[in-house]
């Protein structure tokens, strides 16, 4: 089993940046992939970020390029999502995710089945 924790969510004005954190603990070292998903009201749980621990390899939703930096702390269990140029329609509650998969691709996964276990998520709310 492995526990995920977010915390760093808030309210904030469009422009502006936060930077979420995922702390992990349990059976951390089946994680491979580390994601970031949100979701906003009324909405389906939409993939954000991810990073491969082995690789550091990443992958961002088309809507986040540029914008959001998903890294990680493998001495602490860490992953960071950082948010920058933050916009309305960012306005979510932000879900982090592990993996424990293999896959024959270079890249981290990016939809929702493909994880495994889920924070309790982070609310981050972006006003105009």
């Known amino acids: 089993q492995v526990q995920l924790v977010e915390s760093g969510g808030g309210l904030l004005q469009a422009g502006g940046s936060l930077r979420l954190s995922c702390a992990a603990s349990?059976?951390?070292?089946?994680?491979?992939?580390m994601g970031w998903f949100r979701q906003a009201p009324g909405l389906e749980r939409e993939f954000v970020a991810a990073i491969r621990w082995s690789s550091s390899i990443t992958n961002y939703a088309e809507s986040v390029k540029g914008r959001f930096t998903i890294s990680g702390d493998n001495a602490k269990n860490t992953v960071y999502l950082q948010m920058n140029s933050l916009k309305p329609e960012d306005t979510a509650v932000y879900y982090c995710?592990?993996?424990?998969?293999?896959?024959?691709?270079?890249?981290?996964?990016?939809?929702?089945?493909?994880?495994?276990?889920w924070g309790q998520g982070t609310q981050v709310t972006v006003s105009s």
């Open positions: 995710a592990a993996s424990i998969r293999y896959s024959v691709s270079s890249y981290p996964y990016t939809t929702r089945d493909a994880y495994d276990y």
């Open positions: 349990g059976r951390t070292f089946g994680s491979r992939d």
